[in-house]
């Protein structure tokens, strides 16, 4: 059993990596794209610009803190906490170290999905508190989209939890020593990929911050750190999405000589790599096609890969 | 409640951390938003307090009508919500409820799938204008 | 254990009472979401883990979030608060109250006159609902899918109707 002073030590860790790599990672997307388009990025502030992200802060800091007279004000105020608050909650099961997650949560996985399914939220309330027009705009399509590709998400998840037999998120990654899952799984992989980029409304599911068309959708009366949260919330789920699926689909922290943690940082940094590419690379998808997609093809898809799943989980257990 | 699989309640510690950690996270955001809003500063100027719509006063009010595709995917996505919350309850015990759970799988997914069939050849799953949208009464004002 | 549902159960009290009483449908619904959440810790703290991640998923993250969108759809103004305070006046209060007191009077009788052992349930995990709900409730669970198939149906019909 653990002590107290190792809890505290654990608590302060996963609170200062989920920050820390959030926001470096503002940083490291732009550096990345500038590469992708050929260009420089942020190398004024600090070695490669590094320091672009203390300069920031202080910016968004000493901005004025814009409470609109026309908002509802208690949820204005809130819409933008849920968000950050759900991403850093969730990281509670990220079983980053060697020792585990910060807590062994027995229905990890679904803490999770619980928590991603209120961050709609965040987006939700902020439409409706701002009563903006642009506002309720982005609110509507990115609720709409969230909650679509959550159903994506949910099902790929439970082909893993077919195999792991488990829900908590130690237990599947041990359930990996070996063979991770993406051999087994890549159907759910790529759909819990696809499932993450739109949830985190990133390129090329962007469409509800569409700033040709919406201005800056859900967020456009904000201003200052609420603002910022925004994007953080944006930055810590795409890290969420990428550790969760690092978690269970890529063995965690599973893999010879180099300690959990690096293992889990080295798989996480692909991911996000991914991510980031995905966004230089590909134009915003239409809204008709992005419900389409969501509706006609992951969910099917994610059902019938869940069904052979479930066939081969079976025979394998009632045959050995 | 016998032969079923021995497995650990909860969790394999107490839960006091979880607590913990988000009484200081709900700290810490707590602090950021009072800390910006006291040191930011203040302006104010004649029509400033409006709703941005891209420099043009503002036209009418926020109260827009939404096409009634909005409300329909949120159905299906509640409905499909519960039928998940019943395929998570057979991922986890895949292994012991055996073919037999396979099968009531099956004739469940098979439930899903006629929803979901059944709201595609109604053409709730198409968006955009096609002769089945206009048809809806709410959906003149904005273009889904 | 305890005091978490002691403090749960109050929570969940306290904010259902508020959601009821808001005028505003945006705020009463984030009082609602609160009680959902504070009845998802009530489960959890009496050992039924399992229930309460779905007490989460499904009633906060998704009926409740239907809610919201008709809310966003409907998008009712100020005049709309007013009219709620004079659909709801004073008087109109007093018959349900009467009648949820009477309840909640039955109810105290009921759990002070039951046996003591009964507070303390036992723990079950998610395989052990899985199990059940798959072998022993499957006839149940079949019948829950019919149930959403209807609902999912009539529900779009009436949805697409108006």
């Not at chain 1, 020792?99 to 928590?115: K, M, P, Q, W």
Request: charged fraction near 10%.
């Amino acid at each position: 059993m653990s002590g107290t002073l190792d809890v505290i030590v654990r608590m302060v860790l996963t609170l200062a990596l989920a920050m820390a790599s959030a926001s470096m990672l503002v940083w490291v997307e732009r550096r990345l794209l500038a590469a992708f388009q050929d260009r420089y990025g942020p190398n004024r502030v600090g070695p490669f610009g590094l320091l672009q992200l203390v300069a920031d802060s202080i910016k968004l800091f000493t901005k004025e803190d814009w409470t609109p007279p026309f908002a509802d004000r208690v949820p204005f105020i809130l819409a933008p906490t849920i968000i950050v608050a759900t991403g850093l909650l969730s990281f509670a099961v990220v079983p980053f170290t060697a020792a585990g997650a910060l807590v062994d949560l027995n229905i990890g996985v679904l803490y999770f999905l619980a928590l991603s399914s209120l961050s709609v939220y965040s987006i939700m309330l902020a439409g409706m508190a701002s009563n903006s027009k642009y506002s309720l705009l982005g609110a509507v399509r990115a609720a709409g989209q969230m909650i679509s590709y959550e159903l994506a998400m949910g099902l790929s998840v439970a082909s893993v939890v077919a195999l792991a037999g488990s829900f908590n998120l130690r237990e599947i990654v041990a359930a990996q020593e070996g063979l991770p899952y993406v051999v087994l799984q890549p159907v759910a992989f790529l759909i819990f990929l696809i499932a993450g980029l739109a949830e985190s409304k990133r390129s090329p599911f962007d469409l509800p911050e569409a700033e040709n068309e919406i201005v800056a959708g859900y967020h456009t009366e904000y201003s200052s750190m609420k603002f910022a949260f925004f994007f953080l919330g944006e930055y810590l789920a795409l890290v969420l999405f990428s550790s969760i699926a690092t978690a269970l689909f890529l063995g965690g922290g599973n893999g010879p000589w180099l300690p959990t943690i690096v293992w889990f940082a080295i798989k996480m940094a692909a991911i996000i790599y991914v991510f980031i590419w995905v966004r230089a690379t590909f134009p915003r998808v239409r809204y008709d096609r992005l419900m389409a997609f969501g509706w006609k093809i992951l969910v099917p898809v994610a059902i019938l890969n869940l069904l052979v799943t479930g066939a081969l989980v079976v025979a394998r257990s009632a045959g050995g | 409640m016998q032969g079923l699989p021995s497995e650990s309640t909860l969790a394999n510690q107490s839960l006091w951390p979880l607590g913990v950690y988000a009484l200081l996270v709900l700290a810490m955001l707590a602090a950021v938003v009072i800390i910006s809003a006291l040191i930011g500063p203040r302006h104010s100027a004649r029509r400033r307090d409006l709703p941005y719509e891209s420099g043009m006063p503002p036209t009418g009010t926020a109260a827009l009508r939404f096409p009634v595709h909005f409300y329909v995917v949120a159905l299906a996505f509640l409905i499909f919500d519960l039928e998940v919350a019943f395929l998570f309850a057979w991922a986890v015990a895949a292994r012991d409820v055996g073919w037999l759970g396979y099968i009531e799988l099956v004739v469940f997914i098979v439930m899903l799938l006629a929803g979901l069939v059944y709201l595609w050849a109604k053409g709730a799953l198409d968006w955009g204008a096609s002769p089945a949208n206009a048809a809806t009464p709410v959906a003149e004002e904005i273009d889904g | 254990m305890t005091v978490l549902f002691y403090a749960s159960a109050a929570v969940a009290t306290v904010a259902s009472l508020l959601a009821v009483t808001r005028t505003q449908a945006l705020h009463a619904l984030l009082y609602l979401v609160l009680a959902l959440f504070a009845v998802a810790l009530c489960f959890l703290s009496l050992g039924a883990p399992f229930l309460a991640a779905l007490e989460v998923i499904v009633y906060a993250g998704a009926i409740m979030v239907l809610i919201l969108f008709v809310m966003m759809m409907l998008n009712l103004g100020p005049e709309s608060w007013a009219r709620e305070r004079h659909l709801l006046p004073r008087h109109a209060w007093l018959v349900p109250a009467i009648m949820a007191s009477a309840l909640v009077l039955l109810t105290l009788f009921a759990v002070l006159s039951a046996p003591q052992q009964a507070t303390q349930a036992a723990s079950v995990g998610p395989k052990a609902v899985g199990v059940a709900l798959f072998s022993t409730y499957l006839i149940g669970v079949e019948l829950a899918s019919v149930l959403l198939l209807v609902g999912l149906v009539g529900a779009y019909y009436l949805g697409a109707k108006k």
